[in-house]
């Protein structure tokens, strides 16, 4: 089987296909791609069933995406705790790339959350606001794809070093496609500075990974990228990629 083999139209034959067996030979096709041309494979083989989800920490995922996929669904998961500049990111990746910002919404609001399961959730059972804050409302929001882009690399953390550029999602039952997984920090940097990417401006005080306000603290010099994440709380990921 050769790339254009499983360069096919999925849209109307998800029930005689395995997706599995395309995950397995991409896998395989796609380790030492560019990232474009991981992103070239995905857009002709799900067409309008492929969707990108950003944390709009920075745009450099759907910058390279929209390059190549025009007016492509970016899901971004509205917690409610979002720091204000992160949902002004957000509304400026929507005015300036070509793209369908999609905002996905918890079930219960934050003052509905709180009155049912009492306040701050997010310090009490971290792992239960993430759950239904992020993980529940982005698994709604991606049953109508067959593919989802994510931007996670394996120099981000010891969970992620195992992260393949075209995996199966087993949890959703769907294609996951990681372009960047391979890339290291400087490569990031690379891009974004030679290609004018926006990013979000707490990068610029000390916030080199960035979740929601609660639970999102400044690093310090010579500290790991993602400790500021649930700082003192043993938890090193939100549940959406595990």
């Not at 960047?180 to 990974?209: F, M, R």
Request: glycine share 6%; with cysteine; charged share 25%.
């Amino acid at each position: 089987m050769t790339l254009a083999d499983i360069e096919i139209d999925l849209r109307q034959q998800r029930g005689v296909l395995d997706l599995q067996d395309i995950v397995e030979s991409a896998a395989v096709f796609l380790e030492d791609a560019s990232a474009r041309e991981v992103i070239r494979w995905a857009a002709a083989t799900f067409g309008d069933r492929l969707c990108l989800t950003s944390s709009m920490s920075d745009a450099l995922l759907i910058d390279l995406v929209s390059r190549v996929k025009p007016g492509v669904d970016v899901l971004f998961v509205d917690t409610g705790y979002h720091f204000a500049e992160t949902v002004g990111t957000r509304d400026a990746v929507a005015q300036v790339y070509d793209v369908n910002v999609i905002d996905v919404k918890p079930s219960r609001t934050v003052e509905e959350q709180d009155r049912d399961l009492g306040p701050r959730l997010f310090g009490r059972n971290p792992d239960l606001c993430c759950f239904l804050r992020k993980v529940e409302p982005l698994n709604r929001a991606l049953e109508p794809y067959l593919a989802w882009i994510s931007g996670i690399r394996r120099d981000e953390s010891p969970s992620r070093t195992g992260t393949k550029v075209v995996e199966w999602d087993a949890k959703r039952q769907m294609v996951k496609i990681n372009p960047i997984a391979s890339w290291t920090q400087e490569d990031v940097d690379n891009y974004i500075s030679d290609n004018g990417v926006l990013i979000n401006p707490l990068h610029y005080d000390d916030y080199p990974s960035i979740g929601c306000a609660p639970c999102t603290r400044q690093v310090l010099e010579g500290e790991d990228p993602r400790s500021g994440r649930w700082a003192g709380l043993g938890k090193v990921e939100c549940g959406i990629h595990l």
